[in-house]
T-cell receptor
Framework: DTGVSQDPRHKITKRGQNVTFRCDPI?????LYWYRQTLGQGPEFLTY????????KSRLLSDRFSAERPKGSFSTLEIQRTEQGDSAMYLC?????????????FGSGTQLSVL | QQQVKQSPQSLIVQKGGISIINCAYE??????FPWYQQFPGKGPALLIA?????SEKKEGRFTISFNKSAKQFSLHIMDSQPGDSATYFC??????????FGSGTRLQVQP
């Protein structure tokens, strides 16, 4: 069991640049979630996929954010025209659809710093 | 709208003591209430969870107490150890929807 893998672990970028993060879920998990966490706060839901279908997006998710899961395996989260307020830890999690949000397994996250 | 309110923000407990963290929720549709533990540099990990059909669930030194009428639930850590020092998050969801997390409690267990 390799767990949920996220790449890169850290990303430093300049304001206005685009960034892309990758998440590899646990192999048999068909649900994949993206969360954002800022210092001193709990994870904030962004979006989730069941297989390749994006089933829910948070109203907080700006149009600059886009996520894909083209083959129902790994997922990418892209942020266009980054802003300083995008600085946060981006967490990916996976689960079995039969369990929904139960038994969610999180990766160690990608820490984004926008200068 | 903050749907899950967690307190306290931080907690210091002596080794062997009881740590108690509280959460209150607003959405009566919530039917799943987990607690997650997070160490620095790691993602949250599921610790224990409860559904509203029971008032208490115990797993080892960790106990969830649930009060449906008050819309509150709490985590009790018995015989707290320095290795329990971490940030704890309560969460809630319903109908297999995404979890809504509380703001977290930073626990320090002093030796």
């Amino acid at each position: 069991d390799t767990g949920v893998s996220q790449d890169p672990r850290h990303k430093i970028t300049k304001r206005g640049q685009n960034v892309t993060f990758r998440c590899d879920p646990i192999s048999e998990h068909n649900r994949l979630y993206w969360y954002r966490q800022t210092l001193g706060q709990g994870p904030e839901f962004l979006t989730y996929f069941q297989n390749e279908a994006q089933l829910e997006k948070s109203r907080l998710l700006s149009d600059r954010f886009s996520a894909e899961r083209p083959k129902g395996s790994f997922s990418t989260l892209e942020i266009q025209r980054t802003e300083q307020g995008d600085s946060a830890m981006y967490l990916c999690a996976s689960s079995l659809a039969s369990q929904g949000s139960e038994k969610l397994f999180f990766g160690s996250g990608t820490q984004l710093s926008v200068l | 709208q903050q749907q899950v309110k967690q307190s306290p923000q931080s907690l210091i407990v002596q080794k062997g003591g009881i740590s108690i963290i509280n959460c209150a929720y607003e959405n009566t549709a919530f039917d799943y209430f987990p607690w997650y533990q997070q160490f620095p540099g790691k993602g949250p990990a599921l610790l224990i969870a409860i559904r509203p059909d029971v008032s208490e669930k115990k797993e080892g030194r960790f106990t969830i107490s649930f009060n449906k009428s008050a819309k509150q639930f709490s985590l009790h850590i018995m015989d707290s150890q320095p290795g329990d020092s971490a940030t704890y998050f309560c969460a809630a969801s319903w109908g297999r929807r995404a979890l809504t997390f509380g703001s977290g409690t930073r626990l320090q267990v002093q030796p």
